[in-house]
Structures are given as structure tokens and as C-alpha cells.
């Protein structure tokens, strides 16, 4: 099963160690090696490195590790394939314009292709032949409406209560964890995965909140990120599928959802089922 990382920051921030450690995952301390990418979000637009290729072995990886990029909200995946074959158009995370802005989103999990395929995508259509694809296309056509209304963009309510109703039908066709995010918001939904020890059960993912206050050092050092001079006051949130420190991650269940924006939780919902 895949694997799912992404950090919301108050001030842009640099994944350091949790790049490196999720990267491990990717085939070398699990079996994730058909694909991995990730996505640094800058204003509306982001940038994307994918490639259908271990994580672990990637020079990519060593590339971000040896000249990081800053930026406020990150979204990465690592692949291990279920649908679809090892190629770019099946490597996450998927992205598409709506409402003059990148939307972004990654998937863990495996989904019923047949009941899937009855959800509407509307104009947005997969390039590749995963689930997670199709289930992104769906998302999109669901926004679509609310984005488009008056050139205005929809509010903070509006954006999260449609992406939680089609997380709650997703559940429905297989196991659905996902991290959306429109450039603002980072959406996360929480369902079940495979364990260590071989069950298939929550938490889905997990989530760590980190403060950290103004200081007279030159650069704030953590595991997970580093922040420069310049990033004081920093506050961020960050989700992964299995915790990557030894920091009090918390676990999310089954039908638990994140909102996050600029470091902060701005929502905390659960739905049965």
C-alpha cells in the first residue's frame, strides 16, 4: 500500500529528515518502489517532481535533500502499485487546473474500479489507469460548481463540506485515504491501512502539530524541517501515514478529516463508517 506525506506551514519551510525517512519507505525499509513524487505549493501554482522510479535510489531525492525548497504547503506519495502500470501518468500526486489555481491530490488505498467508475468526472478525465486518478476527477467535478460561481473563489466551509461528503462515499468503495489541496487548504481523510503486523485497520494516518516561537539562533533545527533565519514564529502541521520521528504523532480513524491552512488545524471532523 502506498504511503502519503504533507506539511502546512505559517512560514515557508524546508522537509528535511521526514523527505529522507518517508524516501526510505520507498524501497529500501518498505516496499514501496514503483513510483514516488511530491508537490511544493507556491501562491496558486506548485511545483512537481514525479517519477515512476524508488524513492530511495532517486537523485531527485538527493537533489531536494542537497537544495531544499521552501514552501508553505507540501504534498508527497509514494508508490506501490495496485492499478494501473509502473508509469509517469499512474505516479502521484495528480494535479489539474480549477478556478485559475492547481489542485493537488494523492490517494492510499485500493477503491472498487466498477463502482467507481458510476461517480461523474464531468470534463476533467484521467490520463492514466489508477483509481486514484478517476477518484481525483470525481473530487473536481464535485468543486467544480462552487468554484466557478461568480469568478468568485468559494469560502473556507464551502471548499471543506464537499470534499468531507465525497470522502464519506468514498469509504464506501475501498479503503480511502487521501491529502487534497487547492493551494490553500490542505484536506486530509483518514480511513484504514495495512499494519505491521499484516491486518488492514485505522489509523489511516497520522498527524503532528510543531510550534516553534521566536529565537535568537540563527536557524531553528528539527527533525522533520529546518527553518532559516528569517522564520520566526513558525507553526506547522504535518500528516503522514506512519509516524517518521519519535515525536507524539497522533493517529486519525476511520472517517477522521484534517483541514489545515497556513499551520494551523482549522478543523477536526469525524463521520462514522
Known amino acids: ?84 502500470v509502473v508509469k509517469i501518468e499512474n505516479t502521484q500526486p495528480f494535479s489539474r487546473e480549477l478556478g485559475g489555481r492547481l489542485h493537488v491530490f494523492a490517494h492510499n488505498g485500493e477503491l472498487d474500479a466498477a463502482r467507481l467508475s458510476k461517480m461523474p468526472t464531468g470534463h476533467f478525465q484521467p490520463i492514466g489507469e489508477t483509481d486514484s486518478e478517476r477518484a481525483f476527477c470525481a473530487l ?15 469560502t473556507l466551509d464551502e471548499r471543506r463540506e464537499v470534499v468531507e461528503s465525497f470522502a464519506n462515499d468514498l469509504r464506501l468503495l475501498g479503503i480511502a485515504n487521501f491529502l487534497y489541496s487547492d493551494g490553500e487548504l490542505l484536506i486530509a481523510h483518514s480511513h484504514k491501512r495495512h499494519q505491521s503486523d499484516g491486518s488492514i485497520r485505522p489509523p489511516g494516518l497520522h498527524f503532528l502539530c510543531r510550534q516553534c516561537v521566536q529565537s535568537s539562533n540563527a536557524d531553528i533545527e528539527a527533525p522533520g524541517f529546518r527553518l532559516s533565519s528569517e522564520d520566526r514564529d513558525q507553526s506547522v502541521v504535518l500528516v503522514a ?12 480513524g476511520t472517517g477522521e478529516i484534517l483541514t489545515v491552512a497556513a499551520g494551523q488545524i482549522l478543523s477536526h471532523t469525524r463521520f462514522d463508517g
Not at 64 to 78: K, Q, W
Not at 142 to 154: K, Q, S
Not at 241 to 252: F, R
Open 1 to 84: 500500500m502506498c504511503e502519503l506525506l504533507a506539511m502546512s506551514a505559517r512560514q515557508p519551510a524546508e522537509i528535511s529528515f521526514s523527505l529522507e525517512e518517508f524516501s526510505q519507505h520507498g524501497g529500501l525499509s518498505g516496499p514501496h518502489k514503483d513510483g514516488w513524487g511530491i508537490a511544493f505549493y507556491e501562491d496558486r501554482d506548485a511545483r512537481i517532481i514525479r517519477e515512476p522510479l524508488s524513492a530511495a535510489s532517486s537523485a531527485w531525492v538527493r537533489l531536494i535533500e542537497s537544495a531544499p525548497i521552501r514552501s508553505r504547503l507540501v504534498l508527497s506519495h509514494i508508490r506501490r502499485a495496485t492499478q494501473g
Open 140 to 154: 473536481l467535478a464535485r468543486l467544480e460548481a462552487t468554484w466557478m460561481h461568480d469568478g468568485e473563489p468559494p
Open 241 to 252: 501515514s506512519v509516524p517518521l520521528t519519535a515525536e507524539g504523532w497522533e493517529p486519525l
